[in-house]
């Protein structure tokens, strides 16, 4: 057998010139040395922000018989066949690396109490963007080729930082509010944005209906439960957790009793000149707005309700329900005239219905401030009452624009100061009902005819084509949107279990995990390499540089 024969067989050395031995490589077996060593590249890669190889090529300069150049050029094409060959696992660690790197160092940073004083300055007067910016600038010139290329790739890098970090899917604060409220957002109603109108639109579909809709008719449903907690908040109470719409309103309507009867137990007011003057103050901005009829009638029901329901001018607790109850009838009826005089009117009465637990207060200082929190509560529970019993709701599931309307209406009622609240934004669950409106409100409008359209054209056609693949996609589509597949999709929290040494904690899900790969420095740095033997010619001849 020939020489050259036997240079071919596994294992086999070769002698060079000057009495070197090396050892055959082959392409039939698995290398672990060369395997660790492409690990530990992409993870100095990473978090050296590219330049791990220009540091290894200069030590191989500095120790071994090689010149920089020599050792730079070995060391990326070692680079890049460990790349070639296990590309998700050197880019992932590449760009996982870069992705834990800054939080590292801050978190070293954060030791030293100058050092975080000047970490935390920077981070202020940066945004994630320009962050993102800086970050695939500076990658991208430690993935320049050479040091002419620098220039294409420090530009090229910064552009695709920002474009990622502009582009990558975000939890707003408004939905991370929603969920610390116990509300279970799908994927798209956390993301928002194209994310969120892409799954709405999906769910409008009959099929997206049965797949998608359940899990967001969930939030809806949770988010009408939340509303009665949010309108419970002032008196420190909840309803059950898990408790639907109606349960969540039996619940609160039992709270709000008991809260009641204990304000107003044992409590026994002198109908004196003092009480007149405080109904007196409380209706004063409404009189001068009425005509005599309505004049006339403000005092008489004042008569027929309060002051002739306290025998011996004395006014009970079972007597001060009764005239907030019988006042916040005569309300909602003269409320609803379209006469300008009885709606005042209505106005006026709500107005004494409102402010009676202020009254008591009065007198009653040790139940003040059980009085003032019941009398909160209750008032923010009138627009959750009132969504809640709409047209069109059923069981108690209504959704944000429907509350927003029912704050509007009720703030409306209370005149000038409701429509000021309204206008600053402090209405009465108003905030709440308007962050819900951004999160998990309509985008998409409605549209039968298309849905149904899109709907035989892709399912249907698709069944015709490949059922078995069509059926498993759908399958695999519910599969995502039940609990476990929302909580890989999109991370959720760590469950309240005694055993668990992370309880209560978050965890990130596929979402996430792109979303952070998309603002990586590590990402733009890497495709800023991979376009800049494009870029560079088109760069050179817009600057004259090219060869003549």
Request: no cysteine; glycine share 8%; aromatic share 8%.
């Given at each position: 057998m020939s020489q050259s024969d036997l240079s071919n067989l596994p294992g086999a050395v070769l002698v060079k010139p000057g009495g070197v031995v090396k050892k055959q490589e082959t392409d039939n077996g698995w290398d672990a040395v060369s395997f660790a060593t492409g690990l530990a590249r992409s993870i100095g890669q990473g978090v050296t922000f590219g330049f791990a190889d220009e540091a290894e090529a200069y030590a191989r300069s500095v120790l071994g018989d090689e010149t920089y150049a020599e050792a730079k050029k070995a060391t990326n094409a070692e680079l890049s066949k460990f790349r070639g060959e296990n590309p998700f696992i050197s880019f992932g660690l590449e760009i996982g690396a870069a992705i834990l790197t800054p939080g590292g160092v801050l978190k070293l940073a954060t030791k030293v109490p100058s050092l975080a004083r000047a970490a935390q300055t920077g981070l202020q007067a940066t945004t994630p963007v320009t962050r993102a910016v800086g970050g695939g600038g500076l990658y991208g010139a430690g993935t320049a080729e050479e040091l002419k290329d620098v220039p294409v790739s420090v530009g090229l890098g910064a552009t695709l930082g920002g474009a990622g970090a502009k582009m990558a899917p975000v939890i707003s604060e408004g939905a991370k509010d929603l969920i610390r409220r116990g509300i279970p957002l799908s994927v798209g109603q956390k993301l928002g944005g194209t994310v969120g109108v892409f799954e709405e639109g999906l769910s409008r579909l009959p099929i997206g209906a049965e797949v998608i809709?359940?899990?967001?008719?969930?939030?809806?449903?949770?988010?009408?439960?939340?509303?009665?907690?949010?309108?419970?908040?002032?008196?420190?109470?909840?309803?059950?957790?898990?408790?639907?719409?109606?349960?969540?309103?039996?619940?609160?309507?039992?709270?709000?009793?008991?809260?009641?009867?204990?304000?107003?137990?044992?409590?026994?007011?002198?109908?004196?000149?003092?009480?007149?003057?405080?109904?007196?103050?409380?209706?004063?901005?409404?009189?001068?707005?009425?005509?005599?009829?309505?004049?006339?009638?403000?005092?008489?029901?004042i008569i027929d309700e309060i002051f002739n329901r306290a025998p011996g001018d004395k006014l009970t607790g079972e007597s001060i329900a009764a005239i907030q109850r019988r006042f916040g009838e005569l309300a909602q009826t003269y409320m609803k005239s379209p006469d300008a005089y009885q709606s005042t009117l209505g106005r006026a009465i709500r107005a004494v219905d409102a402010e009676m637990m202020d009254i008591v207060g009065k007198y009653y200082p040790a139940k003040a401030d059980l009085l003032r929190k019941t009398n909160e509560a209750y008032s923010m529970y009138y627009p959750v009452r009132a969504a809640a019993t709409g047209a069109g709701v059923r069981e108690n599931i209504f959704t944000p624009a429907k509350l927003l309307s029912s704050v509007q209406r009720e703030e409306r009622k209370a005149g000038a100061a409701g429509l000021n609240r309204l206008e600053r934004g402090e209405g009465k669950l108003q905030k709440f009902a308007e962050q819900a409106q951004e999160v998990i409100g309509a985008k998409v409008p409605e549209s039968a005819p298309l849905r149904t359209f899109l709907t035989l054209g892709g399912v249907g056609g698709g069944a015709a084509i490949d059922p078995v693949m069509t059926g498993l996609g759908l399958a695999v589509g519910k599969g995502l949107y039940t609990r476990l597949g929302q909580a890989v999709l999109g991370g959720g929290t760590i469950p309240n279990a005694r055993y668990l040494p992370f309880r209560g904690k978050d965890f990130p899900g596929i979402a996430q995990a792109v979303a952070a790969s998309m603002r990586s420095p590590a990402t733009a740095g890497l495709l800023a390499a991979e376009a800049e033997p494009m870029v560079s010619p088109s760069v050179s001849g817009l600057l004259g540089m090219g060869s003549r």
């Open positions: 809709g359940p899990t967001r008719l969930k939030a809806m449903e949770q988010f009408a439960t939340s509303a009665y907690n949010e309108a419970l908040a002032p008196l420190g109470k909840k309803v059950a957790g898990g408790a639907d719409p109606r349960q969540a309103a039996t619940q609160a309507q039992k709270i709000f009793s008991d809260s009641y009867e204990k304000a107003l137990k044992d409590v026994e007011i002198d109908v004196g000149a003092g009480f007149v003057d405080d109904i007196q103050n409380v209706v004063a901005p409404y009189v001068q707005a009425l005509d005599k009829q309505g004049r006339d009638k403000l005092e008489q029901f």
